[in-house]
């Protein structure tokens, strides 16, 4: 039975999937020093599938916040000594290499969680998103999220978008171990919906984030 049928299952109260298929197992806490701030649009929190919670329990430093309208975020931004938003962008003024010298205790990344759609109906309902120097991921390896799809060939998760960040901004860390519970959910979603109906559906199509 597929997972996405599961959610009137009792669920744990950490990672928040049915106590079947709990993942907290697989979960370590990685030290970053570039605190992450995921916004994450209400349907995306529903979706069984989702990875931004899992980012968080992975992390030492990071918060998630649930919603399409953040005021707070005024507040959170002008704490903070630095501030960069990762999602892309055509406007080459605005978009930023990742840098490692960019990493640091007050450094603030702010991303995004949902579907493109959905990530750029947040950018608009926060106008203050978008007078962040944006970063942009360079292109690395395909997505290993095989069981949800994009337009886009490049897209990500929201998970590995931000382990690729924290990997340039802080080379000297290993942030794989935070991948670990999103491989494990990707490999038993695949194991349930059984290798047929993922080939016919899922095995030649680009993965989303």
Same mark, same amino acid.
């Given at each position: 039975?597929?997972? #996405? ?5 009792p ?9 079947? !298929?709990?993942?907290?197992?697989? +979960?370590?806490?990685?030290p970053?020093?570039?605190? +992450?701030? +995921? %916004?994450? !649009?209400?349907d995306? #929190?529903? !979706?069984? %599938?989702?990875?931004?919670? &899992? ?10 916040l649930?919603?399409?309208? /953040?005021?707070q975020l005024?507040?959170?931004i002008s704490a903070?000594?630095?501030?960069f &938003? %990762? /999602? ?21 990344? +702010? ?12 950018? !608009?309902?926060?106008p203050? %998103?978008?007078?962040?120097?944006r ?9 290993e *999220? ?7 060939p ?5 998970i590995?978008?931000?382990?690729r960040?924290?990997?340039v ?5 290993? /942030? #794989?171990?935070?991948l670990?519970p /999103?491989?494990? &959910?990707?490999?038993?979603?695949? #194991? ?5 109906? *993922?080939?016919?559906? *899922?095995?030649?199509?680009s993965?989303?984030?």
């Amino acid at each position: 039975m597929s997972e #996405q049928k599961s959610l009137s299952r009792p669920r744990c109260a950490r990672c928040l999937r049915p106590m079947s !298929h709990c993942l907290c197992a697989h +979960i370590t806490v990685a030290p970053n020093r570039t605190r +992450i701030l +995921i %916004l994450q !649009h209400p349907d995306e #929190q529903k !979706h069984p %599938l989702n990875t931004a919670r &899992l980012a968080v329990l992975g992390l030492a430093h990071a918060e998630l916040l649930v919603g399409e309208h /953040f005021p707070q975020l005024n507040g959170i931004i002008s704490a903070a000594a630095s501030v960069f &938003l %990762l /999602f892309p962008t055509k406007n080459a003024a605005l978009s930023q290499p990742l840098l490692a010298s960019r990493a640091g205790e007050s450094s603030l990344l +702010i991303v995004p969680d949902g579907t493109w759609r959905k990530a750029r109906k947040i950018m !608009h309902a926060n106008p203050v %998103l978008g007078a962040l120097p944006r970063l942009s991921l360079p292109i690395g390896e395909p997505s290993e *999220y095989r069981v949800r799809r994009a337009r886009e060939p490049a897209a990500v998760s929201t998970i590995e978008a931000i382990v690729r960040a924290l990997t340039v901004l802080e080379p000297e860390r290993d /942030f #794989q171990p935070v991948l670990k519970p /999103f491989k494990a &959910l990707v490999d038993r979603q695949i #194991q349930a919906m059984g290798a047929d109906l *993922y080939r016919r559906n *899922y095995s030649d199509r680009s993965p989303v984030r």
